[in-house]
């Protein structure tokens, strides 16, 4: 009797997973939806509006299909301010695509920002550094094992990376102090990836700008990454910059 509940226990879990797959491969396997998918595996974040037009379908038509994959856990929303956008869900959907990709033997094109070459560089975001410089400095950090991601978009300090940190000049428990989250993920306006926000990431901003490893350019969000900045950031970090 014990046997034969186990396997109708697993008949039935079995059925689950199959069930899953099946919704999942067909989340994927309508054209715009799969058009959407491959453009983020990039692993840059687009709005529905860019996902609508890369998929040839009307904003209402890319807003359903947005909510299947997102119901599917294919994606994810991210909010931020007034502006929302759209990633892959993880490594894992990243992965799965990939694999799909191999068996259909199709390449993908490359995402290529609009954005301003002196303001894609390196800008401010607030009180944040902004633009491929700080996405860098951003991942170094983490290949260092100065930072560590958590599920909710913030970042673990390592002992390690406070140490860092404080060879800086950033006094961390100052930071951790404020009245504002310590370290987060920011996503990235004209690369579409991550950089350093919080309480953190405006210490870092304060901290190269005292040092000159950046520049203020005049009525501009823009800096100037200064040839001092780019000796230091290489001899610290490991960036060419």
């Known amino acids: 009797m014990a046997a034969h509940a186990g396997a109708g226990a697993k008949q039935e879990n079995a059925i689950t997973v199959d069930t899953a797959v099946a919704g999942i491969a067909a989340a994927i396997g309508e054209p715009a939806r799969a058009r959407m998918l491959y453009c983020l595996l990039d692993g840059h974040a687009r709005t529905s509006t860019e996902l609508a037009m890369i998929a040839g379908v009307s904003p209402s038509t890319a807003s359903v299909h947005l909510q299947r994959l997102k119901d599917e ?12 956008y759209y990633s892959l ?16 033997g199709c390449s993908r094109t490359a995402f290529t920002p609009s954005t ?14 902004a633009g491929a410089l700080a996405v860098s400095l951003n991942d170094r950090f983490q290949a260092l094992g100065w930072l560590t991601s958590e599920s909710s978009g913030g970042y673990n300090l390592t ?31 004209s690369e579409r990836r991550p950089h350093l926000a919080g309480a953190l990431g405006a210490a ?3 901290t190269v700008l005292k040092r000159n490893w950046v520049m203020r350019e005049p009525d501009s969000r823009a800096l100037s990454i200064t040839s001092l900045g780019r000796r230091e950031m290489l001899a610290r970090f490991g960036l060419r910059a």
């Not at 856990?73 to 929302?84: D, E, N, P, S, V």
């Not at 000049?169 to 951790?176: E, L, N, Q, T, W």
């Open 73 to 84: 856990r294919l994606i994810k929303l991210l909010a931020q301010g007034k502006h929302r």
């Open 89 to 104: 869900d993880g490594p894992d959907v990243a992965g799965a695509l990939e694999s799909l990709s191999v068996l259909a």
């Open 116 to 129: 301003p070459s002196r303001l894609r560089s390196a800008r401010t975001c607030y009180d944040h550094l």
């Open 159 to 189: 002992a390690q990376g406070a140490r860092a940190f404080e060879t800086l000049g950033i006094d961390i428990a100052a930071s951790r102090t404020l009245r504002r989250r310590f370290a987060l993920a920011c996503l990235d306006w």
């Open 204 to 206: 870092l901003l304060k």
